[in-house]
């Protein structure tokens, strides 16, 4: 009785998690829905909503505004939009932080978030997976003598929150698994492990660091 129980948790549990991701993501971009004129909108017009439009319209705006936007005239109008946002004093600062993270997320030539790292945390005897987000910038590398890294440590299982590490190259362990994987790998808690790859010739284990090389976090 108790396998069969199990059998079925096994099967229905993470469909019923997908469909209630979905149905959360479902209703809201159906939101969207809203800018539209109240007598245009499938209840005024049928009776009943229709699930899943409102996602349809996201799509379409979302496509079309990129369409727009890759031409010169698009392109000038985004700049005088922006230019407008930049004066006014708080939503200029929260508009410009959330833009360049986005840009450096979302471009096809940015570097974060596209490689997966080993490194020691909380302490030099255990290990977590982060993921690379660039090299200290700033007045910051005044301050780092060596070759540094910024690292982004994820939380388990909602890897939405997590920490910001600066570390020495020499201490992580750049690994041969796609980012995906990884980040099924942190959500899951560990149980779904990704494909071992094949050992390359000549590649030997990253040693351990040091005890001199321990951060303060590592002496607290």
């Given at each position: 009785m108790r396998k069969y129980f199990i059998t079925g948790l096994l099967i229905l549990v993470p469909l019923a998690i997908t469909a209630w991701v979905l149905n959360l993501v479902i209703s809201t971009m159906d939101q969207s829905l809203l800018i539209v004129p109240e007598r245009w909108q499938p209840r005024t017009l049928i009776g009943f909503d229709i699930p899943g439009l409102g996602t349809i319209l996201t799509i379409a705006i979302v496509f079309l505004t990129g369409l727009l936007t890759n031409n010169l005239v698009g392109n000038y109008v985004v700049r005088l939009w922006e230019r407008l946002l930049?004066?006014?004093?708080?939503?200029?600062?929260?508009?410009?932080s959330v833009k360049q993270v986005s840009d450096t997320l979302f471009s096809s030539s940015g570097n974060a978030f596209r490689k997966?790292?080993?490194?020691?945390?909380?302490?030099?005897?255990?290990?977590?997976?982060?993921?690379?987000?660039?090299?200290?910038?700033?007045?910051?590398?005044?301050?780092?003598?060596?070759?540094?890294?910024?690292?982004?440590?994820?939380?388990?299982?909602?890897?939405?929150?997590?920490?910001?590490?600066?570390?020495?190259?020499?201490?992580?362990?750049?690994?041969?698994?796609?980012?995906?994987?990884?980040?099924?790998?942190?959500?899951?808690?560990?149980?779904?492990?990704?494909?071992?790859?094949?050992?390359?010739?000549?590649?030997?284990?990253?040693?351990?660091?040091?005890?001199?090389?321990?951060?303060?976090?590592?002496?607290?």
């Open positions: 930049h004066r006014i004093p708080v939503v200029s600062s929260l508009y410009g997966a790292v080993l490194l020691p945390y909380p302490h030099a005897n255990s290990y977590t997976i982060g993921f690379l987000t660039g090299v200290p910038g700033g007045d910051v590398q005044n301050h780092l003598s060596g070759d540094y890294v910024s690292v982004y440590v994820p939380t388990t299982p909602n890897p939405t929150s997590g920490f910001f590490l600066m570390m020495e190259r020499s201490r992580i362990v750049e690994l041969d698994m796609s980012v995906d994987a990884a980040l099924k790998y942190i959500v899951s808690m560990g149980v779904v492990a990704p494909e071992t790859p094949a050992k390359r010739a000549g590649s030997t284990p990253a040693p351990a660091p040091a005890p001199n090389e321990l951060t303060n976090l590592d002496r607290e």
